[in-house]
Each structure stands twice: as C-alpha cells, then as structure tokens.
C-alpha cells in the first residue's frame, strides 16, 4: 500500500469516524423528535408536519443557491493556488447566502395559503399547514447561514464544526424544546417555533466559534469573485433542487392526492429508510478535500483506489440496517411510531432497497463534484427527478404509498446508473472482485434469512444479529478486507483510543 493512500486513509479515520457518531447522533435525536409527533398527533398532524419539514428543506435548497455545497471543494482550491483571497471568497459567499435566503422568505411567506391548498387533500389539515409553513419560513435565513458557515470549515478540513454544531448542537437542541413543547404547551405549532429557535441558537454559537478560529473575518464584498462561486455552484443548485425532488416528490404527491394522514404513514418509512445512506454521508466529509486534492495533483489510480475502499465500507456498516428494514419492516415500525403505522411496512422495504443502492454506489456524487464534472451530475440527477415524477404520477392514484416508494427506487437507481456510466468513461473503475463478493455474500444472507420469522422486535433483533456476524464472517473468509481496510481500522484505534488489536486479527484471517 503506498504511503499517499495510508496518509490519507488516516484521515478518513479520524474523521470519518468522527463524522459518523456525529451523523448518527443527529439523525437518531430528528429521528426521536419525528417519533414523539407522530405518536403524540397521529398520522394527520404528522403529516402536516412532515409536509412542513419537506417545504422547508426544499425552499432551504433553494435559497441557498447550491453555494454551500460546492464552499468546501472551493475554499479547498484557494487555499492551495490562491490563499491570499479565501477570506474574500468566504465573505462574498456569506453575503450571497444572506441576500437570497432573505429573497426567498419575502417571497413564500405571502404564498403559504396557496401552498396548503395545493399540498394536502383533506381540508382539516389545510389551515394548520398554513400555520406551520408560516412559522417555519422565518427559519430560512438562519438555517441557510449555519449551512454556510459549516461548509466553510469544512474547506479547512475541520470536522469539528460540522459535527458539534451541524449534527449534534442543532438537534439537540431541537429536541429539547421539542419535548419542552409538546409536554408544556401540547401545540405543533409550538415544535415548529421550536425548529426555528434551535436554528437561531446554533447560528449564533457556530459565529462565536468560527470567529476566534478566525476563520470568518468580518463581512466584504468582491464583485470579482461572484462570477467564479455562481458559476460553479449553479450546476450544484440545479442538482440539489433534482436531489429535493428525489427526496421529497413523493411525500408532496401524496399530501396532493390522498391527503397528509398517508403521508403520516409514509414518513414513518421515508426517515428510516434514510439511515441507511448515514455511511456515506459521514465518510464525505473527509473523502471530498482529498480526493479533490488527488485528482488536482492528477493522480487518477489513487483516485479509483481510494474509492473502491471508501465503496466497501458505505455498504458494510449499514448492512445490519438494510437487513432489519427489509426482512422485518413490521416489527421495526411498531416499535418505534405504534400499531397505528405498520401499513407503511411494505413501503419501508422498498425505499430501504433504494438507499441499499446509494450505499453500494458509495462515494459517487462527491467525485463527479471533485472531478468538476458537475453539470454530468445534475444530468444524471435530472433523469431520476423525471423518472420520480412520472413514477409518482402514474402510481400513487393506483397503488398509493406503495407506487411512491417505487417511484423513489427507480430514480435512485437511474440516477445511479447515469452517473456511474459518467465516471467510467473517465477512466476510473470504482468497483472490483471484492465488492462482487460482498453482493453475493448479502445476498446469500438474505436468502437463508429470509425464512426466519420474528414475533416481536427482539426476535427481529436477534435474528438481525446473527445475519450480520454471518455476513461479515463470510466476507472476512473470503478475503474481502485488504491490507488498507487494516490501515483504516488501526488508524481509527489509534485516534479515539480504543483497542482493535482483535478486529485486526479477524480481519487478517481471509489473507
């Protein structure tokens, strides 16, 4: 293994790692809020709510302009060829994010009525949605700012930001007053103000902390520099509002067509299904500095290497997930929203298989961005988005909740498959024996497995259990892990202080 790849190995270790205790912490207090209004209101209020949370993130999207998606891959750039003027592009993205987001607010906040009308079916849930986006939009500014500023931190390569205050300190705080707000007031408009106020509270704490870093120093405007981060961030824009649309057409069509009591049902499968990608959400945030800084040194098989081991573990750690969700959908979705929700169970297995594909395509999005070849990712997320729609149009009258966890199975894997033909044709094959070992070895699980049957959430557990030693024993035998999986299991040892002396040992005996 050469001494680039075990360097930078190391740092997806220590940050990786990092990022995805971070990622979990985050996405289990969402999670827990989630539950507690869905079991609390029941499927209409929950609905209202999810319908609330999907209009945000997508007026958030928008409203951000796609400049903090591309801020990391940028401010990485300058610093290495124009240092001297990071804080100048800092600045000016800080202040664009301000104008647009504040643009954004003035012009929904009028519309919100319309929004409601358009968006649920049943007319009892129509005047508490008008309430709730009302409520909500105000969060606009402060959200886009807070993603902007972690984004910024993260073109230093600090993971702390992004960990402290993005996936713990804004959830946590969240929830908090969610809990606060249900018990005390027992309003959802409350846990709505509750949402806005949490955005507030981390955004000014994260300021507080960049600036002694000094890393944001103070507010400047250059008119030059506009043209190179809208330029790059438009195409970033348009594949993030696609990316909206692959994420949350679904639960909007729904709410249109049959009303926000099945989209209760729906988003007690949706946020699950979303653990699975949690993997690659976490190994990103170091993966992407790096492999821009390989492929701007134009070290291409590092690259394809580098990838290829970040590949196998987005879909070995969630493997245990992917299992639960598909095999016992019922059980987990009881245990967690009540009986009232387990009509969502064949939904669950079918978005769990489309996350399981995002996981097995691993870190694909982040390279095309590396490699600058944006506007092929936007094509590939716009074909998806097309599929989505289409599939959601023709299958929700039909086959309701259903069809729209089909629709969003086959815009991932198009999307996938769009975008996968891209980096080929760039010389680089992600993919190897090894990662057809894994497939195979899941699904030689998943067969066996199948025919196991679990009463309850414990048997579901254990029979979970016993599938992952055996899906990792396999792979362990059959050689899967290599001399830098090692590398990575050390390296993380190392930096968080615990012993793997025994994981080392298991893993070196397929060699």
Do not use: C
């Not at 030059?224 to 970033?236: A, K, N, Q, R, Y």
């Not at 099945?262 to 949706?270: E, H, I, M």
């Not at 492999?291 to 701007?296: E, I, S």
């Not at 959908?329 to 967690?336: H, K, R, S, T």
């Amino acid at each position: 293994m050469s001494e680039k790849i075990n360097g930078e190995l190391e740092k997806v270790a220590r940050g990786g790692v990092l990022s995805l205790i971070g990622l979990v912490v985050s996405a289990v207090f969402a999670f827990l809020v989630r539950t507690l209004v869905g079991r609390v209101f029941g499927p209409v209020q929950y609905g209202a709510y999810s319908l609330t949370m999907t209009v945000f993130s997508i007026t958030l999207v928008l409203a951000m302009f796609g400049l903090p998606t591309g801020l990391p891959r940028q401010v990485s750039y300058f610093l290495a060829r124009r240092r001297e003027r990071v804080n100048e592009l800092v600045s000016t993205t800080i202040v664009l994010v301000i104008i647009t987001s504040t643009l954004a607010f003035a012009l929904l906040f009028p519309l919100t009525g319309k929004l409601a009308d358009m968006l649920t079916a049943n007319p009892e849930g129509e005047e508490l949605l008008e309430s709730l986006l009302r409520i909500v939009l105000i969060g606009l500014p402060f959200a886009a700012l807070m993603n902007t500023l972690i984004a910024v931190a993260q073109g230093f390569k600090r993971v702390r930001e992004y960990i402290y205050y993005g996936k713990i300190g804004f959830p946590l705080t969240y929830l908090v007053l969610a809990i606060i707000a249900v018990h005390a007031i027992g309003s959802l408009r409350a846990v709505i103000t509750a949402y806005v106020a949490s955005y507030l509270i981390t955004l000014i704490l994260l300021s507080r902390d960049l600036k002694k870093a000094g890393i944001v120093r103070g507010i400047s405007f250059s008119k030059d520099l506009v043209g190179v981060i809208v330029t790059f961030s438009l195409p970033l824009l348009t594949s993030n509002i696609v990316a909206m649309v692959l994420t949350w057409t679904d639960s909007l069509m729904l709410g249109h067509y049959l009303g926000s009591g099945v989209v209760g049902l729906y988003n007690a499968a949706s946020p699950l299904a979303r653990f699975i990608s949690m993997t690659v959400m976490a190994l990103m945030t170091i993966y992407t500095p790096v492999v821009t800084g390989l492929f701007a040194q134009g070290k291409l098989k590092l690259v394809e290497r580098f990838y290829a081991i970040t590949a196998k573990w987005t879909f070995l750690l969630p493997f245990p997930l992917i299992f639960i969700f598909v095999e016992y959908p019922e059980q987990v979705i009881g245990a967690l929203f009540g009986a009232r929700y387990t009509g969502a169970s064949s939904a669950l297995v079918i978005l769990s298989l489309g996350f399981a594909l995002v996981a097995v395509a691993g870190p694909l999005v982040q390279t095309l961005v590396t490699m600058g070849k944006t506007v092929e990712n936007m094509k590939g997320d716009l074909l998806g988005a097309t599929v989505n729609v289409v599939l959601n149009y023709l299958l929700i009258n039909s086959i309701g909740m259903i069809g729209a966890a089909v629709a969003t199975f086959a815009s991932y894997a198009t999307a996938i498959a769009y975008k996968l033909s891209v980096l080929l044709r760039s010389g680089i094959m992600p993919y190897g024996k090894r990662h057809a070992i894994l497939l195979a070895d899941a699904g030689l699980v998943f067969g066996i497995f199948h025919f196991v049957r679990a009463e309850g959430i414990i048997q579901a557990l254990v029979a979970t259990a016993a599938a992952t030693l055996m899906f990792y024993g396999i792979a362990v035998l059959a050689g899967v892990p290599e001399d830098e999986d090692v590398e990575l299991v050390k390296s993380a040892g190392e930096r968080y202080g615990i012993p793997v002396g025994w994981l080392v040992k298991i893993l070196t005996k397929g060699k």
